[in-house]
């Protein structure tokens, strides 16, 4: 058999379960894709065939995950591997110990078969930043495949792996799911642990899945998560359980924020989402238009403050000392976020800027809360635009943040999402449809996700390499 | 009002960040004026009265229980520091003689 990379989770399962291929087929088929498209889309830092093979060579197909490859971003660590974050400071690292994220992957049989490409430090939304290249997005390779986690969603949608794993501190999973067209669930922050991933902003890093089907995640997602008493921020409960599909939306509210349609959107990416809402309301959910959630913009300014501060104190400890190289090998873009850190966290600009950042948090959750005493869910684009092309991230300084405009207060207010594929631009570039809903209301993301996967065909596209 | 950072501002900056700015690299200065700028935007919301949210689950004072687990050898801690010596990691001096 051959392009056993194009399963899915629960199709590769199956096919293990019925004998009709093993294991180590299903990895050399996601290497031989890797290598494949390696100059042409770039998704990989790290390669671990020798390890993958061995472990399919071994693996209890009894598991969970038994036998499946996935994709790691390179901001997970795991004992023995090479972990960069897509800087040179890390050039050299091998990590000395793993993140909880892939530890427990591992046990539920999981085949790691490489650490995927990101913007450096996870500091942005379109992999350029990396110190090893951009990745390019499968569909069209002049164009972004968005980020941080862009070398995760470009794997997927490129079938060199069976799935993958992202972080999101606001938008890194969701939004290149989004351009790259697959499925991006950023779980409630303190969901999955953070014990083991290269801190960014500690107060919303939330690691994830990014797969070709809302199941996959869900899979994934109920494998992973759980208490860890190695992260203090995570959420004291065991992990969380698949809800049942849903049949149809009857009973169901979702919100309509207005202020998730700027002027500035791509028509098509609102033609798509408006479509999408008529399928929910086919489906029997109630469609409640929100025209006071609070602008978008004010979460950009909080979002950017509370990062920089963060990022200057957990960049910190990269001194060249104890591992990796000096800080002179920081690239432009981590530079100019730990110095803005600094200065708003410095005597005489901290109540005015740091706290007062706070205090606008505080004002987005109570909005959330507000709008979420209406609906069960909010629905909007995840991005406003599809795919950019390459160099567009370039000397802006806060591109990121310009661009993460939706999903950033969701991720300040800790709430779970998804991105699901919900159509195509006129250049044949994937939109994202989110789904946000309440702290730990998982189950709901997942429900309204699933039903509507299976009432469109999006998810089963793919790009022709 | 436009926001400035002078040129002392912006090494005293560079030098708490532990940072070297490179002389191409000094328009960074200026984009850390603009976000700066940019943040302004704050100051439309009223925040008198608000308590800072610093931890959205909050959670607070988490401690591990005082019990030995097992750790790092002394082998695994030193094995990725650029140089060692004795066993040790060789650091920069940071007292004067």
Request: hydrophobic share 35%.
């Amino acid at each position: 058999m051959s392009d056993l990379n194009k399963l899915t989770i629960k199709e590769a399962l199956t096919g293990l379960k019925a004998k009709k291929f093993t294991a180590k087929d299903l990895v050399v088929d996601c290497l031989s894709q890797i290598k494949k498209n390696a100059a042409k889309l770039n998704t990989f830092v790290t390669i671990c065939e020798k390890e993958a093979i061995a472990a399919a060579e071994t693996s209890d197909l009894s598991l969970p995950l038994g036998g499946i490859p996935f994709a790691v971003k390179d901001n997970f660590l795991m004992e023995g591997i090479r972990t960069t974050a897509s800087s040179k400071v890390l050039d050299d690292y091998i990590a000395q110990y793993s993140s909880t994220f892939t530890s427990r992957l591992q046990a539920a049989g999981a085949i790691i078969i490489g650490k995927t490409n990101m913007d450096a430090w996870a500091h942005g939304s379109s992999t350029e930043t990396s110190d090893y290249g951009p990745t390019k997005n499968p569909w069209n390779v002049d164009h972004l495949p968005g980020g941080s986690s862009g070398g995760s969603a470009a794997a997927v949608i490129a079938n060199e792996c069976i799935a993958a794993v992202g972080s999101e501190t606001a938008g890194s999973i969701r939004q290149p799911a989004s351009w790259c067209g697959v499925v991006g669930f950023k779980p409630t922050y303190g969901r999955c642990s953070r014990y083991g991933t290269v801190a960014m902003k500690s107060s919303t890093d939330s690691p994830g899945p990014i797969t070709k089907t809302v199941d996959d995640a869900a899979l994934v997602l109920s494998l992973v998560s759980g208490h860890d008493p190695h992260d203090a921020t995570s959420i004291n409960e065991s992990a969380w359980q698949v809800p049942p599909v849903l049949k149809d939306l009857k009973k169901i509210k979702i919100g309509l924020p207005l202020a998730y349609f700027p002027k500035e959107i791509q028509p098509d990416v609102q033609k798509a989402i408006l479509k999408s809402t008529e399928i929910f309301k086919k489906l029997g959910a109630e469609i409640i238009e929100l025209p006071d959630v609070l602008d978008p913009k004010y979460s950009i300014a909080v979002y950017t403050i509370l990062q920089r501060s963060e990022v200057s104190s957990n960049l910190n400890r990269f001194d060249g000392i104890r591992f990796g190289f000096d800080r002179s090998f920081f690239a432009q873009e981590a530079k100019r976020r730990i110095m803005l850190g600094t200065y708003s966290l410095s005597a005489g600009y901290y109540d005015a800027y740091y706290t007062k950042a706070q205090k606008v948090r505080t004002l987005i959750c109570q909005d959330f809360d507000h709008q979420f005493s209406k609906v069960d869910a909010i629905i909007g684009p995840t991005s406003p635009c599809t795919a950019l092309k390459l160099g567009a991230s370039e000397g802006q300084a806060m591109f990121g943040e310009l661009q993460d405009i939706l999903l950033e207060p969701s991720s300040i207010a800790g709430l779970p999402g998804i991105s699901i594929p919900c159509g195509f631009d006129s250049n044949k570039l994937p939109i994202g449809l989110q789904i946000i809903c309440p702290q730990k209301r998982e189950d709901i993301v997942y429900q309204l996700a699933k039903i509507f996967e299976s009432n469109t065909d999006y998810h089963l596209k793919r790009p022709q390499l | 009002m436009s926001t400035v950072i002078t040129d002392d501002q912006f090494k005293h900056i560079a030098h708490l960040s532990r940072l070297t700015i490179k002389s191409e690299e000094s328009f960074i200065k200026d984009q850390l004026a603009q976000a700066a700028e940019y943040v302004e935007v704050l100051k439309e919301l009223n925040t008198n009265n608000v308590i800072p949210t610093f931890q959205v689950n909050h959670k607070k004072n988490i401690l591990r229980e005082d019990v030995v687990t097992p750790s790092f050898t002394q082998q695994q801690a030193i094995s990725q520091a650029p140089k060692t010596k004795n066993g040790y990691i060789v650091t920069t001096a940071t007292i004067k003689k």
